[in-house]
């Protein structure tokens, strides 16, 4: 299989460079813009893209602001919204490279947050999106500290460790490969925290019914980082009249890690991508 693959940076709406990578088969039927989650990075992806470009799905990703190979203060983000605009850049970018096309977007975690967020903002622009254990509701014991009296404003770089390792995945590999990755952040600023955790929820309750965009919603079914209740809340929620959820009972947080379901889960979203071709 022929892939090109190319790097690179853009300046993003307020001159922040954002580092993405394509991965682009000889020939394709759609692509795919994947949006990584809090604390990690494009990288983390290799094997998902494999798996999309050997179906022919070519794929786009990047480095969200503060995070990996992309500019900005690492771990902090200024107002969440900002992470909806860098999403679209890109979304921009593949459709111009590939008029016609038709285009589909996978966030994970914090990158489910950034992609259902970038659905009610940005409508008609995409064919459909995948959510992969969405972090849409406030997650309480994450926040309880920083909301209280509006502490993560009043201290914005105040640091909070990732503490969350040994909760990503049951495969001790992706955990040490996790614990190891230099691209992994190992803190973030509490006030990244309250836009995406706090803030960031309330908006998308006041937002949602806005959203359009056909979507499969998957989570892993003993996922301790982000409760599934997430997920069944946007299911239920969503005003979009193409939606299809599934929970993957055994799996912890990053069902597209997990040893003895990745391929199935992988397999779904292409199943779906393909019947919405």
Not at 43 to 66: H, I, L, S, W
Not at 215 to 223: A, K, Q, T, V
Not at 264 to 275: A, G, L, P, R
């Amino acid at each position: 299989m022929t892939v090109e693959t190319m790097e690179g940076k853009f300046k993003s709406f307020d001159g922040t460079e954002i580092f993405y990578r394509k991965d682009i088969p000889k020939t394709i039927k759609a692509i795919v813009v994947i949006v990584h989650g809090l604390c990690e990075h494009l990288g983390r992806y290799d094997y998902v893209t494999n798996k999309f470009n050997e179906r022919g799905f070519g794929v786009y990703r990047f480095d969200n602001r503060g995070h990996g190979q992309s500019g900005g203060e690492r771990g902090y983000v200024e107002d969440f919204q900002n992470f909806f605009d860098d999403a679209d850049k890109v979304i921009d970018m593949a459709l111009a490279e590939h008029k016609g096309l038709p285009i589909f977007m996978l966030g994970h975690s914090m990158g489910g947050f950034i992609t259902a967020g970038y659905g009610m903002k940005y409508p008609g622009k995409i064919k459909g999106q995948i959510l992969s254990g969405p972090a849409l509701l406030e997650i309480e014991t994450l926040v309880k500290d920083i909301k209280k009296d509006n502490f993560f404003e009043k201290n914005p770089r105040g640091k909070a460790p990732n503490a969350l390792t040994n909760l990503i995945c049951r495969d001790p590999e992706v955990v040490k490969a996790y614990d190891e990755d230099p691209l992994v952040l190992k803190e973030t600023n509490l006030k990244l925290l309250g836009e995406a955790f706090v803030k960031g929820p309330i908006w998308l309750s006041e937002n949602i019914d806005k959203y359009q965009y056909p979507c499969l919603i998957l989570h892993g079914g003993e996922d301790k980082i982000v409760p599934p209740e997430s997920s069944k809340w946007f299911y239920e929620n969503t005003p979009s009249k193409d939606k299809t959820i599934k929970i993957y009972k055994d799996c912890y947080h990053e069902i597209l890690n997990e040893k003895a379901e990745k391929d199935q889960v992988i397999k779904d979203i292409i199943t779906w991508m393909e019947d919405r071709i």
